[in-house]
């Protein structure tokens, strides 16, 4: 999957938080911290660094939704962060994504913090919530 493809399905999976940019997608991959993973009509960013793995973003076509894609990305987002020497692994969610939260709880993670206000739009403020695990 191009970043151009990528930020087409990730604009077509979000309003809030914004959709990444090709633009941003391909700076993203040009870090050799940064990894791309794919799955069906899905993707998942990643990074590694210094024993910390981040899942910066995901996104499955709204079609494809409940099919295991969004599972699948982050069981292997786990494996390549072992691989890439990670100890632990983090992400932010959106309070309101239900969905997601519980496939992240579903993986092991658990909620270590919140970011008051991290998501904003004209009409919408939400707080992210930090899950993490080890690896």
Known sequence: MTPAEMA????????????????????????????ALTEGAGFLLG??????AELL???????????????????????QARQRGAET????VAETNAAARALYI??????TGRRKAYYRSPSQVIDALVMARSL
């Open 106 to 111: 579903a993986a092991g993670f658990v909620q």
């Open 57 to 79: 973003t995901i996104a499955v076509a709204p079609a494809a939704r409940g099919q295991g894609a969004g599972r699948a990305l982050v069981a292997a987002f786990l494996s």
């Open 8 to 35: 087409r399905l990730h604009a077509a999976s979000f309003t809030l938080p914004p959709p990444w940019s090709e633009a941003e997608i391909s700076a993203t991959l040009a870090s050799p911290f940064s990894f």
């Open 47 to 52: 990074q590694v660094v210094a024993g910390e």
């Open 89 to 92: 692994a983090f992400l932010e």
